[in-house]
Each structure stands twice: as C-alpha cells, then as structure tokens.
C-alpha cells in the first residue's frame, strides 16, 4: 500500500518513518487510521509530478521511501502539523488545501 500507484513499483520504506507515525499517535493520543496520500514515488514519478507542479522536489524525500503523505483520522490535519513540528524528528510540509501533512526523515525543517 505504500509503492507507487502510478507504476506498482515498491521500495523499502525507513522504519524511522514508521515510528515517526508512532511517535504522533502516542503524543496525540489518538489512534485514528492513518490515510497515506503518497509513499514511495519513483523517479519516473517524481519527474512526471515535477512538470505538473513547482512543489516537488528533484530529490524528493519520496524517492528513497524517506517521506510519506498523510492524514489521519479523528485528528485536525493542522494539528497533526503541530505535533510533527514538535516532535524535530524530520521535514514537515502542510498543505492546508489538499488536508495532508508531508512527513519525512531528512533533515530537520518544515514549509
């Protein structure tokens, strides 16, 4: 559930980001199910998703399976936002209009 939809392509995904997703479910204390927008992207993905938009990036943090795309459940995407923020254990995106949160395991920043 977490290859590329667009071509099936699958990679291992860094368990850092699994226990990141742990880690804000515990600080929360929440346990809705996670909605995963976007795992792994492959290269031929992000190029394709790169011509339609100037938010992805070339190296995107999708393309070693280091960043997933989420909502979850029973929580304010804002507020899931706030607690990724919290935590410092990687980059976090918002984006408010779509209602996900990007979460990843580069380095610490956000946008």
Known sequence: FMADWRNGEQRDID???????????????????????????SPATNELLRGRSNGVAKKSQHIPGKAIDVRMRGLDTAKLRDIALELQLGGVGYYAKSDFVHIDTGRVRRW
């Open 15 to 41: 368990p850092e980001l699994m226990d990141i997703l742990w880690s804000i479910q515990m600080k929360a204390r929440q346990f809705g199910t996670f909605e995963v927008i976007s795992a792994y992207r």
